[in-house]
Each structure stands twice: as structure tokens, then as C-alpha cells.
């Protein structure tokens, strides 16, 4: 496993720091049973083992559970005594996960927003864990087969909420937000070119008759949105998607907020694996590693991000945008505030 830091500022590592370990090669990047069942692939398995540093006795958290794919790698590696938590505020995981479960002792299930981790070790009378790991992206069981039109590969209604009780929607997004705070989301969180004519072609079509699907969307987009010759492979629909998606769950305020309150939910010297697969999400855990409302309080284990291997690529293509990052808590909080 990664060796911990003789000091508290360790030299930046490289990914060949996680490829070298003897232990890479105990791990497969083959999905399991259970994974293919649930139509999705863990990303990054064997990286992610190596930078949780998973002890048999330790407490580790899944803050997304997903397919459970990650969860039942760190369940391989605990003994009786150790613990993990998942959370998920999607129901749909949390059934699947107890199916695999099989009433597992070592498991907790937990349905929640990853960024009310504090209030859950609270409820839990949890102590800080040995480890957190969160995985940002969609699953593909999400993305193809909800029904909740995350995707414009399906005509489904303009819904895209991971959790199905609360209240947003894309329906609403699209048809009832401002034209200046959709404009905001397309510029900021889509990261679109031209967030003004995108703007103004959904606000003009919307004013004729709701943009009811996601067909219907993906179709008003493609006669606006030009890609370059570079670009092709990317459907013109995808990241005005990604940004309702964004604004709909919260997800950028969740991982902010995450990002705050996650070294008080961590051992020192304990790690939190970041898994994204948006550059901005990748720039604000970069931000975050660096120092957290102006105090050092991480140690950034690698200069840059992990990903995955040709070899993982050929298996799972959603692993090729993947990024990982490890924040390593300061063992001395009084350094870390210098």
C-alpha cells in the first residue's frame, strides 16, 4: 500500500507512485457480478484501493454509493471489525446495495447527501473515519436507464434529479428560470461558448410551447450549438445537460460544502479520494488540496491528478475522463494553520 509521509510536506508523487505498488496488480479492473448487473463499472478500482490505504480494522466512507462497486472493493479488504459507510441520495442504490449487502455487519447504508456527512456521523456517534472517498460522476444505470433524463440519448421527461423526492427539476430549469440565471448556468456550469444565443434560443422556443423532453431540448440545441471539427465525437446537447444536471441536484454547492467539513470527518494523516469528471470540479478540489478558507490543512499527494490506464479505457470508455485526486488530512493541525 502508499507508504505515509515521513514529514508533513511530502514531495508530490506521480502516478507511477500508485502503478509500482505491488499490490496494483491484486486487483482486476473487470467489473463484477453485481457491477454488471447494474449496468456500471467502478472507475480507477485498483488506484482507489491503493489511495484509501484501507485497513482491516479501519472506518471508511463512500459518500457515493452508486452500483456499489467501490464500496464492495473496501469491503474485500476489512476485517470483523472494520466499518464502512455508504451514502446515496439515490433510493434506487441503496435497494440494490442491499441485496449485495446480504445484511452485512460491516455495512451501513445511509440515504443522504454526501454533504450532511457531518450530521450523519452525528446521528451515528461516528469519530473522524480513516478514509473518504467520493466518486462524482452519473453511473451509466443513471444515465441510460432511470428514466429520469439525465441523458439526451433517450426522449424522456426533463426531470435529472438523483434524488426523485426533491423538488427541482430540469422542467422547471429550462422553462421557468430567468433568462439572466439561465444564462449564468450555461456560461458557468455548462462552460458553453455562446451562453447568449444558447440562452436566447431556449427562452424564445419555451415562450412558443414548453420544452417538455429531452428530445426536445436535444433537438433546440443541436440548431445552436456548433462544435469543431475537433470536437465532433461530443454531441452539442452534452454539456448544456451536464449544467442542468449541476443546478438541478446542487451538486457544486454539495461539493463545496464537502470540501469543508471533510478534514473534520478525517483521522489525521487519513486520506479523502476525489474521483471527477468535469474540469471544474477537478479545479475546485485542486483549490480546496491547496488550502481551505486559507489554511493548509491538506497535504496534495500527487502534483497531478491520477487516471486511468489504457488497459482500464479498453474495458470501461467512461474511465477516460475520469480524475483522481488524494488530500492527505495534516497530522498537526496547529502546522496546518501556519
Not at 479492473?29 to 479501519?58: I, M, N, Y
Request: aromatic letters at 6%; glycine letters at 6%.
Amino acid at each position: 500500500m502508499l507508504d505515509r509521509p515521513k514529514s508533513l510536506k511530502p514531495k508530490p508523487k506521480t502516478q507511477s507512485a500508485i502503478i509500482d505498488d505491488p499490490d496494483f496488480l491484486l486487483v482486476t479492473p473487470e467489473p463484477d457480478e453485481w457491477s454488471r448487473q447494474f449496468c456500471h463499472s467502478p472507475v480507477l478500482p485498483r488506484e482507489t484501493l491503493l489511495a484509501l490505504q484501507v485497513k482491516p480494522d479501519g472506518r471508511y466512507v463512500d459518500l457515493t454509493l452508486g452500483s456499489g462497486g467501490h464500496s464492495r472493493l473496501i469491503l474485500s479488504r476489512l476485517g470483523p471489525k472494520g466499518r464502512l459507510l455508504a451514502i446515496d441520495k439515490d433510493p434506487e442504490a441503496l435497494a440494490f446495495a442491499a441485496l449485495w449487502g446480504k445484511n452485512d455487519p460491516r455495512l451501513i447504508l445511509k440515504r443522504a447527501s454526501f454533504d450532511k456527512i457531518d450530521e450523519i456521523f452525528k446521528e451515528l456517534k461516528w469519530k473522524p473515519a480513516d478514509g473518504l472517498l467520493a466518486d462524482l460522476g452519473l453511473s451509466s444505470r443513471q444515465l441510460l436507464g432511470s428514466g429520469r433524463g439525465f441523458s439526451w440519448q433517450k426522449n424522456e421527461p426533463l426531470d435529472m434529479r438523483m434524488d426523485p423526492d426533491s423538488e427541482l427539476t430540469a422542467f422547471e430549469v429550462v422553462n421557468s428560470w430567468p433568462a439572466e440565471k439561465l444564462l449564468e448556468l450555461i456560461r458557468d456550469k455548462a462552460e458553453e461558448r455562446s451562453p447568449y444565443r444558447i440562452t436566447k434560443t431556449i427562452v424564445a422556443a419555451r415562450e412558443k410551447k414548453p420544452i417538455e423532453t429531452t428530445g426536445d431540448l436535444s433537438e433546440l440545441l443541436k440548431r445552436v450549438i456548433r462544435r469543431s471539427s475537433g470536437h465532433q465525437a461530443l454531441n452539442p446537447a452534452t454539456k448544456v445537460f451536464m449544467g442542468i444536471r449541476l443546478a438541478v441536484n446542487l451538486e457544486m454547492e454539495a461539493l463545496t460544502t464537502l470540501l469543508k467539513k471533510a478534514p473534520a470527518c478525517l483521522k489525521p494523516g487519513a486520506n479523502l479520494v476525489v474521483i471527477s469528471f468535469q474540469s471544474h470540479e477537478d479545479r475546485q478540489v485542486k483549490r480546496a488540496f491547496t488550502s481551505v478558507e486559507g489554511k493548509k490543512i491538506w497535504d496534495n499527494l500527487f502534483k497531478k491528478p491520477i487516471t486511468a490506464l489504457r488497459s482500464e479505457i479498453e474495458i470501461n470508455r467512461r474511465a477516460r475522463s475520469a480524475k483522481m485526486r488524494v488530500g492527505r488530512r495534516k497530522i498537526s493541525s496547529e502546522k496546518a494553520n501556519k
